[in-house]
């Protein structure tokens, strides 16, 4: 069983930036995968980036080049440092393990 805690949503103006962090409740050394998710209001949820054990990223296109993810083993957390921020961002958003551990969320707003 692997428990997640996100923090570091907010409120934010377009093109700031924010830093999301996923703890988890122990090491994810041997976890394959990690990685956010979001969900915005009415929407289903989508990936936004993974990272696997060995470091291999995946991005959605939508924040390619904007977003970046990065895993700290030693500290079990999985960080999300977004840039460049839409108001198309706003959702809330999900730190996974495997796709089988959820975290609670954390909201994040954009404002035009």
């Known amino acids: 069983q692997v428990q997640l805690v996100e923090s570091g949503g907010g409120l934010v103006q377009a093109g700031g930036s924010l830093r999301l962090s996923c703890a988890a409740s122990g090491s994810i050394r041997s976890i394959s995968v990690m990685g956010w998710f979001r969900q915005a209001p009415g929407k289903q949820r989508e990936l936004v980036a993974t990272i696997t054990s060995g470091g291999t990223t995946n991005y959605a296109d939508s924040v390619k080049g904007r977003f970046t993810i990065s895993r700290d083993n030693a500290k079990a957390t999985v960080d999300l440092q977004m840039n460049s921020l839409k108001p198309e961002d706003t959702a809330v958003y999900y730190c996974?393990?495997?796709?089988?551990?959820w975290g609670q969320g954390t909201q994040v707003t954009v404002s035009s």
């Open positions: 996974t393990a495997r796709y089988i551990y």
